[in-house]
């Protein structure tokens, strides 16, 4: 018994530092008269999202990352990227 609690409490402390730590990705993107700008926890995702924005936005859909960090954990779209909305 006591190794079993002794064991839950590592797993709780453990899971709630790998959440406190998770940071989200914030790409920046800009095009002709356009620019996007998206999180998401995945880089990947995030630079995708905000060139589909900018490129939504923007007369001729050509559109460049201008910059990619860590962010914070505040997330607007989880979703795929094959989930995303095409024009």
Same mark, same amino acid.
């Given at each position: 018994?006591?190794? /079993?609690? !002794? !064991?839950?409490?590592?797993? #709780?402390?453990?899971?709630?530092?790998?959440?406190?730590?998770?940071?989200?990705?914030?790409?920046?993107?800009?095009?002709?008269?356009?620019?996007?700008?998206?999180?998401?926890?995945?880089?990947?995702? #995030?630079?995708?999202?905000?060139?589909?924005?900018?490129?939504?936005?923007?007369?001729?859909?050509?559109? /460049?990352?201008? %910059?990619?960090?860590?962010?914070?954990?505040?997330?607007? %779209? %989880? #979703?795929?990227? /094959?989930?995303?909305?095409?024009?």
């Amino acid at each position: 018994m006591g190794r /079993t609690l !002794a !064991a839950f409490v590592v797993a #709780a402390s453990l899971l709630t530092f790998a959440s406190s730590e998770a940071a989200a990705w914030v790409c920046r993107a800009v095009g002709l008269g356009s620019s996007g700008f998206a999180r998401a926890y995945d880089i990947a995702d #995030a630079k995708l999202f905000a060139l589909r924005q900018c490129e939504r936005h923007s007369p001729l859909p050509v559109c /460049t990352i201008v %910059s990619c960090r860590p962010g914070d954990s505040r997330i607007i %779209s %989880s #979703a795929p990227v /094959t989930d995303m909305p095409r024009r």
